[in-house]
């Protein structure tokens, strides 16, 4: 099913969902499914995975000698979906990204998708690879997730670059694209970024997922923000639990969104990681219980392979 039409769906009940990321290469997949067990019991309707780009390594083949390798070190967000739908009979929503793809190739993956019974997808621009400071699109690629909606929705009306393939088949895709309660760090305001969101809502992209955010307030200001400039389709909240000190800096740092003093200072107090888990669990549930009471359909979490603090909210808020 669409995620659209789960959301129709379940009515006035708020919906329990989560995002994890491919194991790192050598790994097995029965890691995913440790993941996933302990979460199905919260009837999710929808899993995402995350897709992860190439990187540039540099080996020395010889003394003063490099030689550029390319890894890709979590590969296998097709197959993991694949495994999903199959092992659990729910939706898995693979996550698509403009870098590193020609449009070509993203015809092909898209195909493969559709292939395999995948209805949903979640399509994103993709950050700079390390040995970039900005984002570099493929020259045969897209430059913004916009564009790659576009394409999406072009073969959802049966257009195709493969000329061979238009006979009359058409992919029937939903798609989702990426929002910032917080403003995406190249964007020069909120407003603009959310006139952008709107452009991929023009598109054709049928839902919002957030990027986490541990004030709720800024949430809901961006939600009346997307409303007020027309936006009309289901925005999804992102929550992410903190579990370690670290992530205090590591956090905004990486993701570009702000820490509550409140937070800050409870987690500035733990006196070890064990105690940092149980302050993010508590806040994360504060967050949560606070959204459902909103009506909003959906809570999305990002669980990073962990399940066992994602299970500690859901059992108290589903
Ligand atoms: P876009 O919507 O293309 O926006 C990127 C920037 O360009 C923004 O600043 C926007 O304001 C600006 N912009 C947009 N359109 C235009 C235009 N036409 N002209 C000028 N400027 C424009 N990354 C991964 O690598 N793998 C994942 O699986 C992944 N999953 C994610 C899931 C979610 C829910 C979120 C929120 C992010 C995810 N990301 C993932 C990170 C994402 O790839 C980065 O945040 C990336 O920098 C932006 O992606 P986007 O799709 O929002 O880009």
Redesign the pocket.
Known sequence: MKITEHLSASKDKTLFSFEILPPLKGQNIQSIFDGIDPLMEFKPPFIDV????EEYVYIERAKGLLEKRVVRKRPGTVGICAAIQSKYKVDAVP?I?CGGFSKEDTENFLIDLDFLGIKNV??????AVKSEIY?TPDPQGHN???ELVEQISAMNRGQFLDEALENGHHTDFCAG??G?PEK????PSLE??IQ?LK??IEAGAEYV???MFFDNQKFFEFEKSCRESGITVPIIP?LKPIATKKQLTLIPHRFHVDMPNDLTREVEKCKNNEEVHQVGIEWCIEQSKELVAAGIPVLHYYSMGKSSNIKAIASQVF
């Open positions: 995350t897709y992860h780009r996550h990204l979640m399509a994103l621009r993709g950050d984002f913004y997730a916009n694209v990426a910032y995406h760090m190249e964007a603009k970024d952008r452009t991929k997922v957030t990027q992102g």
